[in-house]
């Protein structure tokens, strides 16, 4: 079966800095997959690349089957990601936003409902605008956009930052589900102990690619002695 | 998309180039010595036609660059080629273009002084060609945002077409606003050009040519030798970025 | 596209009707213009009488410049345009729909300032049809060429200053034009401005038809 996402000596650029340094990664549809690494490491790329954001500059870069060096466009209704910044507009209440974000992709307004109900927007709650509402619920306001958007492949920046405590079962929840709705995640967070009890995987990144071959979650110790072990490399190892 | 591959241009102008300036040169001194002293007076507006060999050069010059940037900027979107010597030249060109229409203003103005009593009149030519200015430093502060080579290539060959569309307009607006009031413009009262003049004339136009080719291919030149520091400082930098990943 | 643009103008325009910012804000700046310009030539209406449709249409040109810089800065400030490209709307449609907003957003303000030229320079309205043609003609060709400019400018770092020296040169034709039209209506001889409009009518459909093919584009870049 065709991985969901495929990555091959990626290459990104910002004017003449690499983001993503030939980074090659392969993610199978359903998978939950967790992106590590120190800051400006290129997890906020990786997910840029995937979502159509960012122009690939050489090598191969694929997600859910369609080409994105050839046309990074087309997979952008297909894909939800949650940025840092909120895409949401502060003026319009959180059912308002839905529902432009629906009719935008030409979605089933259908899924406004439930996906309101599941993050938690029940009564007057959806009504308020979004500027009105606290960080945690501007946050979970992006989420039932993903959610209601029934996308297939979620690319999530540091999705847990910002999340009440409630927001954040809320979205492992989520997370968790994903398999079973034949949902693709990827996601860069720090908070790592939440995140590898949620991910099937974790992938690490430095310097712009991925540094080890996609394996299953190792304690972070054993992760350390490995990057020691490696020949050219310096001790003492850093913990990614 | 591929990434044109650039080879290092020589670091020297080559002998074409140094013959093509030094003619340029002698031209352009050749029209200013014929134009101050050997050409007579006109009979209407005295030693003041002297400029008639400066002036309608430059502009031509301003105008002639407008032209090339469009056509580079354009040539540079349409066949999809993305070709880097569209975008160079259209860069170039408004360089040198802006030069010239400045100087196009002043000499103008000089001219204007004292024909009509004042620095400036609304000319139709000369207000297109102000606007032309304004247009021109726009496209430049444009230009001068840094990014990625083909991002801004792109975003500044569209902005240019928006403008070199514009200009057109602009010119018939006003002079149809000027015909309205019947006011002086420069092209009214024309002077009997002849023997001497004419020839003084074209010599202006040639040489005049000639320099703006001449800056141009330097232009041009240093344009590509910038990309080439660019195109070897990514892959310094790609080594560098890998190396985050062993020392951290 | 068509569908995107309306979905996109409605929301802008709930967005405006909100917030109420270019209400606020930009309206009271053009009459602050309208004041201004009243300072610096009158108080003789003599003076400014005849210099009213120029005055206006200058405050136009200025306020066209506030709302274009609004009209991006509600997406999403930083984010705008990773917003806008991963909506997964038509480019050409937001294109329409942010400039049909702007065009809106202009109209309106230019209600009140036709009054406010009424009452402080003692302008004569006469001419109300070519008036209120030049209106919707210029105006269209305004919102385009800044929703245009305004996508150029919104990702830089000096968008704010960029905006006005790229907009403001393009748009003299229409600043010509539309106060020429309004001369002939205002002084009596609406016939006089036909050719005027013409002119305005032009530069509108060039500009709207420009920014269709090149917002997308002009969106992608990084």
């Not at chain 2, 444009?142 to 991002?151: A, E, S």
Request: proline share 5%; hydrophobic share 55%; with cysteine.
């Amino acid at each position: 079966m065709a991985p969901a996402v495929r990555l091959h000596e990626a290459v990104a650029l910002a004017g003449r800095f690499p983001l993503l340094a030939g980074a090659s990664l392969e993610v199978a549809e359903g998978e939950v997959v967790h992106l590590r690494g120190p800051n400006g490491a290129g997890k906020t790329s990786v997910l840029k690349v995937l979502a159509g954001l960012l122009e690939v500059h050489s090598g191969e870069a694929t997600a859910l089957g369609r080409d994105l060096v050839a046309d990074r466009r087309a997979v952008r209704r297909e894909v939800g990601m949650l940025g840092h910044q909120s895409f949401l507009y502060e003026d319009l209440t959180v059912e308002e936003n839905l529902r432009f974000a629906i009719r935008a992709t030409k979605g089933a307004l259908a899924g406004i409902g439930p996906a309101l109900e599941q993050l938690g927007f029940t009564g007057r709650l959806a009504s308020i605008p979004l500027g009105r509402c606290s960080a945690g619920q501007q946050r979970r306001a992006s989420l039932a956009v993903l959610v209601a958007r029934g996308a297939r492949l979620w690319l999530l920046d540091e999705p847990h930052a910002g999340l009440d405590q409630e927001g954040r079962d809320l979205l492992d929840g989520l997370l968790a589900g994903s398999r079973a709705a034949g949902r693709t995640v990827l996601f860069a967070s720090h908070e790592h102990e939440r995140a590898e009890a949620i991910a099937d995987r974790v992938v690490h990144l430095a310097g712009g690619r991925v540094v080890e071959p996609a394996e299953p979650v190792a304690a972070p110790l054993q992760v350390a002695q490995q990057i020691g072990q490696r020949p050219g490399t310096e001790a003492p190892a850093h913990v990614a | 998309m591929s990434r044109a591959q650039f080879s290092p241009p020589a670091d020297r102008a080559g002998f074409a180039l140094r013959l093509l300036g030094a003619t340029a040169l002698v031209g352009v001194a050749a029209t200013v010595w014929l134009g101050l002293f050997v050409t007579p007076p006109d009979r209407f507006m005295g030693n003041l036609v002297r400029l008639l060999y400066v002036h309608p050069p430059m502009a031509w010059v301003a105008f002639l660059a407008y032209g090339v940037a469009g056509l580079a900027s354009l040539l540079y979107l349409w066949p999809r080629t993305t070709a880097p010597h569209f975008d160079r030249l259209a860069g170039a060109s408004a360089e040198v273009g802006v030069v010239f229409t400045g100087l196009t203003l002043v000499s103008g103005s000089i001219w204007g002084r004292p024909t009509w009593g004042a620095w400036w009149v609304w000319d139709p030519l000369l207000t297109t060609t102000a606007l032309l200015f304004v247009l021109y430093l726009g496209y430049l502060a444009l230009r001068r945002v840094p990014g990625d080579f083909h991002v801004r290539a792109r975003r500044s060959a569209i902005a240019a077409l928006i403008a070199f569309v514009d200009v057109p307009i602009v010119y018939f607006s006003v002079d149809w606003w000027r015909s309205l009031h019947q006011a002086p413009t420069i092209t009214a009262g024309r002077t009997y050009v002849h023997g001497s003049m004419a020839w003084t004339l074209l010599l202006g136009f040639v040489s005049f040519t000639l320099v703006y080719i001449w800056l141009m291919a330097h232009r041009y030149r240093l344009a590509k030798l910038n990309e080439f520091e660019d195109a070897e400082g990514l892959e310094v930098a790609l080594a560098e970025r890998r190396a985050e990943a062993v020392t951290g | 596209m068509l569908r995107d643009a309306v979905l996109v103008a409605g929301k802008d325009l709930r967005i405006e009707i909100r917030s109420r910012v270019t209400l606020n804000q930009v309206g009271p700046f053009a009459l602050a213009v309208l004041l201004l310009f009243g300072l610096a030539l009158g108080p003789d209406r003599q003076v400014l009488a005849p210099a009213s449709a120029g005055l206006f249409w200058i405050a136009v040109l200025l306020s066209t410049v506030l709302a274009v810089q609004r009209s991006y800065a509600v997406e999403s400030a930083d984010a705008a345009r990773d917003g806008l490209r991963l909506s997964g709307l038509d480019p050409a449609g937001i294109f329409l729909g942010k400039a049909g907003a702007v065009a809106v957003q202009l109209i309106v303000l230019e209600a009140g300032l036709t009054i406010g030229v009424a009452l402080l320079y003692g302008a004569r309205l006469s001419g109300a049809l070519v008036l209120a043609a030049a209106c919707a003609a210029g105006t269209l060709g305004l919102a385009a060429v800044g929703t245009l400019y305004g996508v150029v400018a919104s990702g830089l770092r000096t968008r704010e200053t960029l905006l006005p020296l790229l907009f403001l040169p393009v748009v003299a034709p229409v600043l010509l034009a539309a106060t020429k039209a309004w001369d002939a209506a205002l002084a009596g001889t609406p016939g006089r401005a036909d050719g005027w409009l013409d002119v305005l009518v032009v530069f509108a459909v060039l500009y709207i038809a420009i920014g269709i093919v090149a917002f997308g584009p002009l969106l992608e870049d990084e």
